[in-house]
C-alpha cells in the first residue's frame, strides 16, 4: 500500500536511571529531562520530535485508590494543566502488552502539573478520575496524527508520598518495573506506522440477537427485575455483562430459578424437557429462541413423527445443537465432520433426513452434507438452508475482503460459533485470523509489518466494539478505513407476545 511514510518512534525519558533502565530497548531512547521545561526545551530543540511517535516512560505519582506502587499506569489521555487533552488511543493495546510480562496495569487519565503534586493537587486530580501524574508527558505530545503513550511506574501514592524514607526502595522497585516494561514498549513502537483497515460487511449484530436482547430488555421493562435467564442470552461476555447491569440474573438450569419468576429462553433454544421444567416451577417463560432456530426444531419434529432418523450437522455441545436434539433424542445422530459422516449408520437407510446448526461454516456443512448425501441417496433436505441468512452472509462478506488483508481480526467471544467460523473461513482462505473478545485482546506483536488488517465481528458481537478496534488502530498510527457496499439486511423478526 501507499501512504504516510512510517517514522521511527522514540521513547522520551526525564531521568537517566529511568534511561538505563531501558537501556535493552531496541527503540531508540531520548532524555528530555525533569519538569514541563526541560521536556518543552527537548520538544522545540528536536523540531518536535520530527513528528515521530511518541512513547513517554517513566516513573509517575499514583493518584487512584487503587493504583499501588510499582503498579503501571497507560494514559488513556493526558490532562495538560490549562484543561486541554491529548487522547492515547492506542493504551487497550498496550496495556494487555505489559500485563504478559507480569505487570499490574490500570489504564486512565495521566495528568501533567508544572509542579510536583502535593497531597491538595492530588485530591483535586483523584476528584476527576486521574490515575498518575508526572510533569512532562504533555509538553511531549507530537503532532495529533502521529501515535502518542504514556506508561508510568508509580513511586509514591497519597498513603506513600515521596518524602518518606521508604521512598528509595519504592523507587529502585519501580525502576526495576520499568526494566520488564522493555519488550512491551518495544512492542508498541515495531506496530506504530500507517496502515489500511478493510471493514467486512455486513457484520455485528444480526436480527436474531437484537430480537433476543431486545426481549430481555422488554422483559425487565415490562416485569422490573430480577429477570432470570437461562444460560448466555447471546454468545457475547458484553451483552451478557450489560444486561447484568440492568438486572438481568443468568442461570445455568430451571432449577436455579424461583418459583413463580419471569424466565427468558435464549437465543439457542432449548428442548421440551426444558420447557417442561419450567412449566412444573410455574415460570412465566418468555422465548427469545431466534425463529430460524425454531424452524430447524420443527424440522426435526416433522421427520421424527414419521421414524426417520435424522442427522444433525453440528458441534454436539452447542447449546443449539443440545435443544435441538431434545426434540426426538432417540431418532438424532449428530454429525460434527466428514469423518462422522462417513461411517454413521441409520434404522432405515430409506428414511433419512438431515438439518443444520445455524451457525456452521457454509463451505464446510456443505462437504458433510455431501457426504451423507453420497451415502443415503433418499436422503431428505431442508426445504430451505438451515444455516442462518447472518451467518452465510458474514461469512461471504470475509471472503470478499480476505484476498486484501495480511490479517484479519474476528471481534467475538470465545464462546461464540458463527464468530469462530470466521476466522476459519478467513484461515482456509490463506489469511492469518484471529479471535478477540475486545480490543484489548489484540497481541500487538502481531501488528509488527502488517499494513493491511480485515476486521469483522460475530453476529453476537455489539457493533461498538468494531468502533472500539478501529479507534485502538488509529492510535497506532495514520489509519485508512474501507468498507465495501453491500445491501443492507432489512430482515426483522417480531417480538414474543408476552412483550410485544
Same mark, same amino acid.
Given at each position: 500500500m501507499t501512504g504516510p511514510r512510517r517514522l521511527a518512534p522514540?521513547?522520551?525519558?526525564?531521568?537517566?536511571?529511568?534511561r538505563r533502565a531501558l537501556r535493552g530497548a531496541r527503540t531508540a531512547v531520548l532524555r528530555v529531562g525533569m519538569g514541563p521545561r526541560r521536556a518543552a526545551r527537548a520538544f522545540r530543540a528536536s523540531y518536535g520530535l520530527g513528528g515521530r511517535p511518541v512513547l513517554v516512560a517513566g516513573v509517575g505519582g499514583g493518584i487512584?485508590?487503587?493504583?499501588?506502587?510499582?503498579d503501571v499506569v497507560v494514559a488513556t489521555e493526558v490532562r495538560d494543566p490549562d484543561g486541554g487533552v491529548r487522547p492515547c488511543p492506542s493504551a487497550p493495546l498496550l496495556a494487555t502488552e505489559l500485563r504478559r510480562h507480569g505487570l499490574v496495569v490500570h489504564l486512565g487519565p495521566v495528568a501533567s502539573e508544572r509542579r510536583v503534586a502535593g497531597r491538595? &493537587?492530588?485530591?483535586?486530580?483523584? #476528584?476527576?478520575?486521574?490515575?498518575? =501524574? !508526572? *510533569?512532562?508527558?504533555?509538553? /511531549?505530545?507530537? &503532532?495529533?496524527?502521529?501515535?502518542? #503513550?504514556?506508561?508510568?511506574?508509580? =513511586? !509514591? *501514592?497519597?498513603?506513600?508520598? /515521596?518524602?518518606?524514607?521508604?521512598?528509595v526502595g519504592r523507587g529502585v522497585r519501580a525502576l526495576q518495573r520499568l526494566r520488564r516494561a522493555v519488550p512491551a514498549l518495544d512492542a508498541w513502537a515495531a506496530a506504530v506506522g500507517p496502515r489500511e483497515v478493510r471493514l467486512a460487511n455486513p457484520r455485528s449484530f444480526c436480527a436474531g440477537v437484537e430480537r433476543a436482547i431486545d426481549v430481555v430488555d422488554r422483559a425487565l421493562e415490562r416485569f422490573g427485575a430480577p429477570v432470570y435467564v437461562r444460560r448466555q442470552i447471546v454468545?457475547?461476555?458484553?451483552?451478557?455483562?450489560?444486561?447484568?447491569?440492568?438486572?438481568?440474573?443468568?442461570?445455568?438450569?430451571?432449577?436455579?430459578?424461583?418459583?413463580?419468576?419471569?424466565?427468558?429462553?435464549?437465543?439457542?433454544g432449548v428442548s421440551p424437557a426444558v420447557r417442561a421444567d419450567a412449566a412444573a416451577r410455574d415460570l412465566r417463560v418468555v422465548d427469545a429462541t431466534c425463529p430460524l432456530v425454531t424452524k430447524v426444531h420443527a424440522e426435526v419434529r416433522r421427520h421424527s413423527a414419521r421414524e426417520a432418523t435424522v442427522f444433525l450437522i453440528g458441534h454436539a455441545d452447542h447449546e443449539e445443537v443440545e435443544g435441538t436434539v431434545g426434540e426426538a433424542p432417540a431418532d438424532v445422530v449428530v454429525v460434527e465432520d466428514v469423518?462422522?459422516?462417513a461411517r454413521v449408520t441409520a434404522r432405515d437407510a430409506s428414511n433419512v433426513a438431515y438439518a443444520m446448526q445455524t451457525t456452521l461454516a457454509v463451505d464446510e456443512a456443505t462437504e458433510i452434507a455431501d457426504v451423507l448425501r453420497s451415502r443415503f441417496p433418499a436422503i431428505a433436505a431442508p426445504k430451505s438452508d438451515d444455516i442462518c441468512y447472518a451467518t452465510t452472509n458474514r461469512q461471504r462478506a470475509v471472503r470478499d475482503i480476505a484476498p486484501d488483508c495480511d490479517l484479519l481480526l474476528?471481534?467475538?467471544?470465545?464462546n461464540s460459533s458463527n464468530s469462530l467460523r470466521l476466522v476459519e473461513v478467513a484461515q482456509r482462505e490463506g489469511v492469518p485470523a484471529r479471535l478477540v473478545d475486545h480490543a484489548g485482546e489484540v497481541d500487538l506483536r502481531m501488528l509488527a509489518g502488517v499494513r493491511r488488517i480485515g476486521v469483522t465481528a460475530?453476529?453476537?458481537?455489539?457493533?461498538?466494539?468494531?468502533?472500539?478496534?478501529?479507534?485502538?488502530?488509529?492510535?497506532?498510527?495514520?489509519?485508512?478505513?474501507?468498507?465495501?457496499?453491500?445491501?443492507?439486511?432489512?430482515?426483522?423478526?417480531?417480538?414474543?407476545?408476552?412483550?410485544s
Open positions: 522514540v521513547i522520551c525519558v526525564a531521568l537517566g536511571a529511568e487512584g485508590s487503587d493504583v499501588r506502587p510499582g491538595a &493537587a492530588r485530591a483535586r486530580l483523584a #476528584a476527576t478520575g486521574v490515575l498518575a =501524574v !508526572d *510533569t512532562e508527558s504533555a509538553w /511531549l505530545a507530537p &503532532a495529533p496524527d502521529q501515535p502518542f #503513550a504514556v506508561v508510568r511506574v508509580v =513511586v !509514591d *501514592t497519597a498513603r506513600e508520598p /515521596l518524602l518518606r524514607p521508604g521512598t454468545h457475547n461476555t458484553h451483552v451478557v455483562r450489560d444486561l447484568e447491569r440492568r438486572g438481568a440474573v443468568f442461570v445455568a438450569e430451571v432449577d436455579e430459578v424461583p418459583r413463580g419468576s419471569v424466565l427468558v429462553f435464549a437465543a439457542h469423518a462422522a459422516a474476528v471481534v467475538g467471544s470465545p460475530g453476529a453476537s458481537a455489539p457493533p461498538a466494539l468494531v468502533d472500539d478496534l478501529v479507534g485502538c488502530l488509529r492510535g497506532l498510527g495514520p489509519l485508512t478505513v474501507v468498507e465495501p457496499a453491500t445491501d443492507p439486511e432489512i430482515l426483522r423478526f417480531t417480538l414474543p407476545k408476552e412483550v
